[in-house]
């Protein structure tokens, strides 16, 4: 098993230019999550998805969008990019519903983006 | 709402020391509780969790935790600290207090560890 992939490892953009990240699990998992991660701030939930065909905003939303639309992928796009959308992306995806397996989830090694 | 709070964003111990990091966390119910590692340039690897139970967890690598509920304290720990462990390390509470909660995690600002020869 892969676990979580991330496509691609490394980017720069200009301000204004688009992009889709790919994030790509192979463990069946239903939900899936992209974060950004910057320094002094942990991570911070941009959207998710509890299964194919649906999304949901998470904490940091504006400015990117998402698509489900097969199970194992989860697609973030920015559609005009700005500097302060520079961070490293991760991905995440779990399986469970009950238990602590309803919060274990595995990620994927990240995305750093850079907008200039 | 739920938070985390790592108070020390960056420790520095020399090799063979002992190792605690702190980690405190506001939740209206159990909480379930995480410990991640990132290493530098890779993702966040699970090195612990706290779910139910004995209130000391072990886990990879030769790390535990102890949760305090009285304290709503996660700290982690490991009695000997080798060069290998210099990395991030953040920890996360989840759990579903008032409903659905989409399996949500909460990243506290994570700690950093340097690691002295």
């Known amino acids: 098993n892969a676990g979580v992939t991330q496509t691609p490892k490394f980017r720069v953009l200009k301000t204004g230019q688009s992009m889709t990240l790919l994030c790509a699990q192979d463990m069946n998992h239903e939900y899936m999550y992209w974060y950004r991660q910057d320094p002094g701030m942990g991570l911070r939930l941009i959207h998710y998805?509890?299964?194919?065909?649906?999304?949901a905003k998470g904490e940091v939303p504006d400015g990117y969008n998402v698509s489900r639309l097969k199970k194992q992928n989860f697609l973030l796009g920015l559609e005009s990019a700005a500097p302060s959308q520079t961070s490293v992306y991760f991905c995440?995806?779990?399986?469970?519903?009950?238990?602590?397996?309803?919060?274990?989830?595995?990620f994927g090694p990240g995305t750093r983006l850079t907008v200039t | 709402a739920q938070s985390v709070t790592q108070p020390d964003i960056h420790i520095t111990v020399s090799e063979g020391a002992s190792l605690e990091l702190r980690c405190n966390y506001s939740y209206g119910a159990t909480p379930y509780l995480f410990w991640y590692v990132q290493s530098p340039g890779q993702g966040l690897q699970l090195l612990l969790k706290?779910?139910?139970?004995?209130?000391l967890v072990q886990g990879i690598k030769g790390f535990e935790a102890e949760f305090k509920r009285s304290q709503s304290s996660f700290n982690l720990r490991k009695p000997s600290v080798h060069w290998s462990d210099a990395a991030e390390y953040f920890c996360?509470?989840?759990?579903?207090?008032?409903?659905?909660?989409?399996?949500?995690?909460?990243f506290g600002q994570g700690t950093i560890l340097t690691v002295h020869p």
């Open positions: 998805s509890v299964g194919e065909g649906t999304t």
């Open positions: 995440a995806s779990k399986s469970g519903t009950s238990g602590s397996f309803a919060y274990e989830q595995y």
């Open positions: 706290y779910f139910s139970g004995d209130t």
């Open positions: 996360a509470v989840g759990g579903n207090a008032g409903g659905t909660s989409y399996g949500k995690l909460t």
